[in-house]
């Protein structure tokens, strides 16, 4: 098969590929809700791991009913309860206290992991190198979607005091609901974050050579 019409330039080359495959992304992702299988490991990875969080804690990662989305992009609710105190309502015959919240798990999770995933897969270097790549981003990406996890249940934890699930000062929970506008919400982090590990992950001295020109080699004393 030839590839003449293909850019022979290392970088020009990865932009196209980075192009088609990010295309394909927002493609599969937006347009035939191919995420849909995203969002359910996004709730089992979330509930498994922060399932029991707090003191006495029981949180549900949930799919947001449509009557009671009240925003099309919030496709997953979080919610949470103190497990002693839901026994106790029982008894009594009392309503449950609980509390949810909602979040959105294309720009939370499906963005940055495909992504980087998309990165990876358009980086000209052996297949080799691309499988051990792809693998570690995996684990580091999805380190990073916990993380953003964990920031909303917290936060969530720590602006409902009545639930009793941990203990936060004011000025904890004024910190906890910063860091939430600021490394959950923000679509920026959410396209940072897969550049930043991309380039920790792959770039070494010997690619930056591949990738530039010989003049430019030259200028940078690379050559």
Same mark, same amino acid.
């Given at each position: 098969?030839? +590839?003449?019409?293909?850019?022979? =330039?290392p %970088?020009?080359?990865? &932009?196209?590929f980075?192009?088609?495959?990010?295309?394909l /992304?927002?493609i $599969? #992702?937006? /347009?035939f @809700?191919?995420?849909?299988?995203?969002?359910?490991?996004?709730?089992?990875?979330g509930e498994?791991?922060?399932?029991s %969080?707090g003191?006495?804690g029981?949180?549900?990662f949930? @799919?947001?009913d449509a009557?009671d989305?009240?925003d099309?992009?919030y =496709?997953?609710? &979080?919610?949470m309860?103190n @497990?002693?105190?839901?026994q106790?309502a029982?008894?009594?015959?009392?309503? /449950?206290?609980?509390a949810?919240?909602?979040?959105n798990?294309?720009?939370v999770?499906?963005l940055?992991?495909f992504?980087?995933l998309a990165?990876?897969l %358009?980086t000209?270097m052996s297949?080799k190198?691309?499988? &051990?790549?792809v693998?570690v981003?995996? $684990?580091?990406? +999805?380190?990073?979607v916990?993380s953003?996890?964990?920031?909303?249940?917290y +936060?969530a934890?720590?602006?409902?005091?009545?639930?009793?699930l941990t203990?936060m000062s004011?000025? +904890?929970?004024?910190?906890m609901?910063?860091?939430?506008? /600021?490394f959950?919400t923000n679509i920026v982090v959410?396209?940072m $974050?897969p550049?930043l590990?991309?380039g920790?992950?792959?770039?070494r001295?010997?690619?930056?050579?591949?990738?530039? #020109?010989?003049d430019i080699?030259?200028?940078?004393?690379?050559k």
């Open positions: 098969m030839k +590839t003449d019409f293909l850019p022979k =330039h %970088a020009k080359r990865f &932009i196209l980075f192009a088609i495959l990010y295309s /992304v927002l $599969v #992702g937006v /347009v @809700e191919g995420r849909g299988i995203y969002q359910k490991a996004f709730r089992s990875f498994g791991i922060l399932g %969080a003191n006495n029981i949180v549900k949930m @799919e947001v009557k989305q009240y099309p992009a =496709h997953t609710m &979080i919610m309860g @497990e002693l105190q839901a106790e029982m008894q009594k015959g009392t309503a /449950v206290n609980v949810k919240v909602y979040t798990d294309y720009m999770g499906f940055p992991t992504t980087l990165l990876l %358009a000209p297949w190198r691309k499988l &051990i790549a693998g981003g995996l $684990v580091l990406i +999805t380190l990073f916990i953003r996890q964990w920031v909303l249940v +936060t934890m720590g602006n409902n005091a009545y639930l009793e203990e004011e000025g +904890t929970v004024r910190f609901i910063g860091l939430r506008r /600021v959950v959410s396209m $974050v550049f590990l991309w920790m992950i792959v770039f001295t010997e690619d930056l050579k591949n990738w530039l #020109g010989e080699q030259r200028i940078l004393k690379l």
